[in-house]
């Protein structure tokens, strides 16, 4: 089940809803396990900024120099939001509040994902104040001064931020996979991938393959398949590697994919276009 919010409130992923919602909407649709989520359009975003007098997002990158004054307003208003009690349907999970860009009309909606990766921030919570405050604190990431510099330098537009609430899956293993026509690339540790993300690790490193008979064939150092054999994850890399295989059949292009495994299957929590 994912849920959705926007401003015509008919329970669809749309553009407004960013380039994330939308890419984990369409693995979804071919019965991709992804966490259940729920997205805040980023109508909502505009709302907040203008009631709260802070400056227009594509104005804001736009400016000549960093206005600092613009991330502080975030810091002096109240976290009340109007769909409250829509934040309710995921108050008993575990949640990550991630962004979901949306790119300004002109801009390569397929390229934009990868121009805005590892940009803004994300927020564990629980419950419907922590994720109230999280979502405002995504929303803040947007006016941080890394954030300023990368679209500097990109020189691309953005319309607004939306917000995917998605429920925290308590991984085994997880990392990032690299998806090519004839192999997959896949960098893996123990527990949750934040650290791969963030570039602080790189993890284990194999490559997979899906022979002409169909068999999924793992190759990497002696003691990358021993650590696989021995924590008896064969089976999730098989899973892996024939999930990722779907991806870009469907996608049609090279993916970058973050995935987690929770010993009972393989969970996609995002993909989008690997850019060389």
Known sequence: ????????????????????AVA?????????????????EYGYFQKYCLENHIMPLDEFYSCDHYCEEEIEKFNYQKDDLEFDSKLKEFAL?????????VPARDTDYEQFPSMVSGIY????????NEMKRSIINVWKSA???????????????????????????????????????????????KGHL???????????????????????IIRGTESEILDIIRGGHEDAFDELSRT?????????????????????????????????
Not at 1 to 20: D, F, P, Q, R
Not at 24 to 40: H, Q, T, Y
Not at 93 to 101: F, Q, Y
């Open 1 to 20: 089940m994912s849920l959705y919010i926007n401003s015509t409130e008919n329970n669809s992923v749309t553009y407004a809803c960013g380039s994330k």
């Open 24 to 40: 984990l909407s369409e693995i979804a649709s071919v019965g991709i396990e992804i966490p259940d989520f729920l997205c805040i």
């Open 93 to 101: 999970h575990e949640v990550m509040v991630r962004s979901s860009a």
């Open 121 to 128: 921030d994300s927020y564990p919570a629980t419950g419907v």
């Open 143 to 189: 006016y941080a001064e890394k954030a300023y510099k990368h679209w500097k330098l990109f020189d691309v537009k953005m319309e607004g931020m939306s917000v995917v609430i998605q429920r925290y899956i308590h991984p085994s293993i997880s990392g990032v996979a690299h998806i090519k026509p004839k192999r997959v690339s896949i960098n893996w540790m």
């Open 194 to 216: 934040s650290d791969i993300v963030s570039g602080k690790y790189t993890g284990k490193s194999i490559e997979s393959y899906i022979s002409s008979e169909g068999e999924c």
């Open 244 to 276: 990722c295989y779907r991806i870009i059949q469907l996608k049609g292009k090279p993916q970058e994919v973050e995935w987690i495994y929770d010993n009972k299957c393989i969970w996609i929590v995002q993909t989008q276009d690997l850019i060389d």
